[in-house]
Structure formats: C-alpha cells, structure tokens
Nanobody
Framework: QVQLVESGGGLVQAGGSLRLSCTAS????????MGWFRQAPGKEREFVAG????????YYADSVKGRFTISRDNAKNTVYLQMNSLKPEDTAVYYC??????????????????WGQGTQVTVSS
C-alpha cells in the first residue's frame, strides 16, 4: 500500500514562492503518474500538474503554466512542486496523488488511487 506525505505549504505574499514536496512510501513504477491537485473553499478539486515517474511526460494546467514546475527525485521517491509568482487565487489545499493504472486522463482526480493528506497554501494580496 502506497502512502503519500506532503509538506511545504504555508503563508506567502503575492509574487512569492513556495515549494511543496510529496514523498511516497512503497515501490513506484515508471508508468505511474504523480499529480498535484488543489481545492479552494467552495470549489471542486482541480488538476495543477502531473509527471510520469519515468520523467518522460509532464503536464500543467493552463492557470499555472510558466509559474509552477513539477519535478521528481527517484532516489528519494519524492515529487516537488515549485510555485513561483504566486497569486491570491492560488490559495487552496494542495494534494499530491498517485495514478497507478495506465491510460485515462491524467487531469481527472477520479483516475488517481492514492492521495496525500493535503497541505494548505495561502497567498495574501
């Protein structure tokens, strides 16, 4: 059973940066996709970024392209989300998630079968 543990959230002013980490326990195969989602109060959970564990493919939501960067460290079983030029609308609980089944959309939360507990990111204006 894979477990995901996030860290790195916090409070930052608009224009600032944060880096989120997500460490996975257990074996991670190259075909798996690790994703970051976020959920703001009163809103649906939305896809932010994803990376195939092999590193071949990375995906970003349009709202974060050019500002956020997803990367992974295979040796540490850890995925990072570097968030720059943060905006108040980036405020949300951020979750990392693991998609183990091949195929299907990487941007739909329903396709991910393991989730972290979430970490709060608050961007003040």
């Amino acid at each position: 059973q894979v477990q995901l543990v996030e860290s790195g959230g916090g409070l930052v002013q608009a224009g600032g940066s944060l880096r989120l980490s997500c460490t996975a326990s257990g074996r991670i195969f190259s075909s798996y996709v690790m994703g970051w989602f976020r959920q703001a109060p009163g809103k649906e959970r939305e896809f932010v970024a994803g990376i195939m564990w092999s590193g071949i493919s990375v995906y970003y939501a349009d709202s974060v392209k050019g500002r956020f960067t997803i990367s992974r460290d295979n040796a540490k079983n850890t995925v990072y989300l570097q968030m720059n030029s943060l905006k108040p609308e980036d405020t949300a609980v951020y979750y990392c998630a693991l998609k183990t089944l091949f195929g299907g959309s990487y941007s739909r939360a329903v396709g991910y079968d393991h989730w972290g507990q979430g970490t709060q990111v608050t961007v003040s204006s």
